[in-house]
């Protein structure tokens, strides 16, 4: 409880400090990461995120509608990002995410990160490496991504992307876990809000290590910076 508690409180100091905040929500047909199905149901995942004292804080939360009461709310995680700068052109950033599942029993999940992003052959690129704080801080979990986007329209922007995961090949046999892609539309419905669209579909890579039951996942956003 003191986790969630924190964790509102965090919303509560970008809402008050940051000089812009973004936020919103996602309308997902289920819940699913790094592959994993959480929620086989709709869900809403609401967001707020913004920069104090050069820190970027954010909080995100998972509903499952379907759910009622304190039930409802799954998981609630609080996220801190700081840019190391860069390196050859490239983006180095430091992460931190508290996991908090507040209809669970145990303490939730702590995790840092390490990303590096950047332009290549003019698709945005990025490759990150994950740790379990209680594990003694050891790699478990690697993700890459690459995409981009173009305008469809004056004001209709689309875009697509493919990420795919790499776990301990311990656990597995090859390492990669699963492959995603996605694909988008967004347009501004005032100054503020833009509204959006997307589909990914999921690509179960060793049944090993996952095991992938949601193959597909429709989003509709609305969000903005305030």
């Keep these: 409880m003191k986790k969630v508690i924190a964790t509102i409180m965090a919303a509560g100091l970008v809402a008050q400090v940051a000089s812009a905040v973004d936020a919103g929500v996602d309308f997902a047909s289920a819940y699913v990461f790094r592959g994993v199905t959480f929620n086989d149901g709709t ?30 709310v799954s998981e609630i995680d609080l ?12 983006a180095i ?5 508290e996991y908090t599942y507040p209809g669970a029993d145990g303490n939730g999940e702590s995790e840092v990160s390490l990303a590096v992003s950047g332009d290549v052959l003019g698709y945005d690129a990025s490759i990150a490496a994950f740790a379990d704080v209680a594990a003694d801080g050891e790699i478990g979990y690697y993700e890459g991504s690459l995409g981009g986007g173009y305008d469809l329209t004056a004001d209709i922007a ?10 301990d090949p311990s656990e597995g046999d090859s390492g990669f876990s699963y492959a995603a892609i996605s694909f988008g539309v967004e347009k501004p419905v005032t100054d503020a809000l833009t509204a959006g669209v997307s ?6 890579l ?8 949601e193959d597909q996942v429709i989003v509709v956003s609305l969000g903005g910076s305030f």
């Design 43 to 72: 869900v809403a995942q609401p967001y707020v995120e913004g920069e104090v004292l050069g820190v970027t804080v954010g909080t995100w939360a998972n509903i499952d509608i379907a759910n009622q009461g304190a039930e409802a």
């Design 79 to 90: 996220y801190l990002g700081y840019g190391l700068g860069e390196v050859a052109g490239y």
């Design 93 to 97: 950033d430091l992460g931190y995410c």
């Design 158 to 167: 689309a875009s697509y992307g493919v990420t795919v995961g790499y776990t």
């Design 199 to 204: 589909l990914t579909l999921i690509e179960e």
């Design 206 to 213: 060793d049944s090993d290590l996952i095991e992938v039951d």
